[in-house]
């Protein structure tokens, strides 16, 4: 657990007396320790971490030269579990897609699994020893657990924490990351060599800010932007064409099909990417889109201001009006010239003049009120524009999200304050937490304390 972070209710944390604590890191996790927690906690299937039953496993005594091998292992271990997160987009360790990773050195996950279960048998040869275990125990220890150990099962609570991400597909990876490139997110120069990795920081330093293959705060971004990019060939800002510029910097292959595959398949990727069994929510690469999804803006939820939604309308919407506006006059202006594909073009770009038309307008009635804070969250955030969002499954928590708020559910979020602060103000006067949320501590009433009942005297019989 790295400093500076709190433990919840469910993610239970563990503490030594001594400071150098890979040691009961690596005793914690070895077959002997597991196998005393589960007699104890009367069950062999996935365990619930109980408090008061982790307490109760014995500890073997352990000399300084059991703790020195057990504290190498650790981070050893450590470091190699770290080692495969370096491909992970949402982990703080990530550097590089897996694509891309071999050019920082050496790195095959067949290879460091393999180097785990090694040092996990290391492991347990030492705790099994310190217990004092006879080979038959220990035999007959494994084959319990192997028997009648198992995975969660559907209905078991499972916390975010303990949540190991599938693998990617390397080229969707790829993709992905440059993407995240072209928003200024992710850092190309590791891909080229430019930049060096950072060395690996120690298992208990604080998180860092951001992964090391992030965008350092005041380096150049490999595109300049506000925060918006769009589907649109030929804009400036054309994420498809970006993806594909990245692509070529870092010496890639480009696909045939990078816009088609934004089109239609790269926000259903991130979002379960961007997605925990708990429930959570958080893609932060938003398509706004026409009712067809002709016309896609793509916004980063990191950049996101109140003034987001009117730079989408002033920089992008209008002048792509203003374009089809002149196209539509040029055609009407052939009049009886016109050919049958010139008709069919016509009759298409009025359809897609209205529908920018559509969306201009949406955004220009959702703007003035619109005034998004962090600290909601994603899906909060993005509530107020689920009508703007294609993507149906996405759509609808949004729209179930955007009721609730409606309802008072969501009170103490900052966007309910900003739709219904009469409603949310009221709130506080009676609830202590929410006022706090909102800053208005002054408006909270401690109610009366109630007076407390007198006991009667009891009368002799």
């Known amino acids: 657990m790295p400093q500076g972070v709190v433990f919840s209710g469910r993610s239970y944390a563990a503490f030594g007396e001594d400071t150098d604590l890979p040691w009961l890191l690596a005793l914690l996790n070895s077959t002997a320790f597991d196998y005393l927690f589960k007699i104890l906690l009367g069950r062999f299937g996935f365990p619930e971490f109980l408090v008061g039953t ?18 190498a292992l650790g981070l050893q271990a450590w470091s190699l579990k770290r080692r495969l ?26 290879e460091v699994e393999s180097e785990l279960s090694s040092i996990h048998s290391e492991i347990d040869d030492l705790a099994f020893e310190m217990y004092g275990f006879s080979d038959d125990d220990r035999v007959a220890i494994i ?55 950072p060395p690996e920081p120690d298992p208990f330093d604080p998180l860092p800010v951001k992964s090391p293959g992030m965008l350092p705060d005041g380096a150049e971004p490999f595109h300049a932007h506000s925060g918006i990019l769009v589907d649109d060939q030929g804009h400036s800002h054309d994420l498809a064409r970006l993806v594909e510029e990245v692509l070529a910097r870092v010496g890639v292959a480009v696909p045939e099909d990078v816009r088609r595959w934004l089109q239609r398949e790269f926000f259903a990727f991130h979002l379960q990417r961007y997605s925990k069994k708990s429930g959570r929510k958080a893609p932060i690469y938003w398509p706004l889109s026409t009712t067809s999804g002709s016309y896609t803006l793509w916004v980063n ?42 008709e069919k073009q016509f009759e298409a770009l009025q359809a897609f003049e209205l529908e920018l038309i559509e969306l201009r307008d949406t955004l220009l009635n959702l703007a003035p009120s619109y005034k998004p804070n962090h600290d909601d969250g994603v899906q909060i955030s993005a509530a107020p524009l689920w009508a703007l969002f294609r993507h149906k499954p996405w759509q609808k928590v949004l729209k179930d999200t955007w009721t609730k708020l409606e309802k008072g559910d969501y009170d103490w979020a900052h966007l309910a304050m900003n739709y219904w602060p009469e409603r949310v103000r009221e709130k506080c006067k009676a ?27 009891k009368t002799g019989v």
């Open 431 to 457: 609830d202590k937490s929410m006022a706090i949320a909102h800053e208005l501590e002054d408006l909270y009433v401690e109610p009366e304390a109630k007076p407390k009942k007198q006991r009667g005297k």
């Open 143 to 197: 084959q319990t657990l192997g028997v009648e150990g198992g995975d969660p099962s559907e209905d078991e609570a499972v916390d975010d924490n303990e949540e190991v991400a599938s693998p990617v597909d390397t080229n969707l990876g790829l993709l992905s990351w440059a993407i995240g490139v072209a928003f200024g997110r992710f850092d190309w120069r590791l891909a080229t060599g430019v930049r060096q990795a």
């Open 54 to 71: 982790v307490q109760l496993v014995p500890f073997p005594t352990i000399t300084a030269d059991y703790k020195e091998k057990l504290n």
């Open 85 to 110: 997160d370096t491909i992970e987009e949402c982990s703080h360790a990530f550097v590089l897609p897996a694509a891309l990773r071999l050019r920082l050195g050496n790195f095959d996950p067949s």
């Open 301 to 342: 939820y990191p950049s996101l201001t109140s003034q987001t939604l009117y730079t989408v309308i002033n920089d992008f919407i209008e002048p792509k009006l203003k374009q089809v506006g002149d196209d539509v006059t040029a055609l009407r202006n052939k009049g009886s010239a016109l050919s049958r594909d010139d």
